[in-house]
């Protein structure tokens, strides 16, 4: 691997194989199988993670290029919002009444139809359409991906609010912030368990900034960045290997994900040369999987599930990157002042690009 260079590294790579654990990982769950285990996570979990990782690193490069406030949540607000509103409104208007159980009019005179748009609001998480996919393991259930997406929003808030209170141009207080609040989940609320929904949200909080940090940090680890990568798989290793393997999964995966995602690996490196789908992988697959179930009666395996699933999916992901995603992103450049950012969803190494 090499160090990675303007456009050059595996963070597209990255993004997609997530995307992919996510959606292997539904394929169990919503045909009522239980989803395969990697240290101690499901792949949809640690999907999820990979997800909040990158981001952390992609959107505290963003901030730091571009302190403004404004310019800030502009760009957030065209990565995320352009793709899930087509996305909210194929579900609501032309799927939801074909696979519900009830009429086009009762579906629509439905207050939870019309609730089910607050997904547009970034804040709050929906998923309950009204008698949709009635028999499948996971009835009425739209698009359950999405609930990571209004704690992401959050964690954008937070850390604008960190960048204009000044402690991004204060590494060490940003890292210290990002510890303490490791700390207050690792002593604190690590004996919950997942079916407490402020453990696994703390814990997607304390990934992002760790990421964040990574960004921050980067000119004291990228030149030694061999050195760094073995010093921490060490320390990662201790800790499993000590015991604590919910800690090291906590710590270490946003370690080496932006570690090799900062690399630039042959072939891996070229993973976004037709478009970054990944996001449109995670917005459309939940849907899609949903309603070929319903079709087949959940009569398929998974392996013959996913093979269905799989090129609608990715489909359905080009177009939105193409016809909505990328189209959205070109308003950036219109944005003013701040360093130019590109469509892509490529980062930077050195100058991590956002998303």
Known sequence: MQPGRDKDNNFDFLRLAAATGVLLSHQFALSGRPEPLFINSSWGGLGVLVFFAISGYLIAGSW??????WRFAVRRFLRIWPGLAVATVLVVFVLG??????????????????????????WEFESQLPGIFAGNPVPQSANGSLWTIPIEVKCYALLALVGVLGFMRRSGLLLVAAFAASAVWFFFLLKMGYDNPLRMKLQMGVVFFSGSCLCVLRSHWLPHRRWFALLSALTIAALWF?????????????????VFGSCATPLLRRAGRFGDISYGLYIYAFPVQQTIIWVTGNRLSVLEGACFTVPVTVALAFLSWHLVERPALLWKDRLGAGAPHRASASAVVGRPVDR
């Open 97 to 122: 009444p074909l696979v519900s159980s009830l009429g086009s009019t009762e579906y629509f005179s439905s207050p939870v139809t019309w609730t089910y748009l607050n997904l547009l609001g970034l």
């Open 64 to 69: 730091v290029r571009d302190p403004h406030l």
């Open 242 to 258: 000590g015991g604590w393997q919910e800690v090291a999964m906590t710590l270490g995966l946003p370690l080496a994900t932006v």
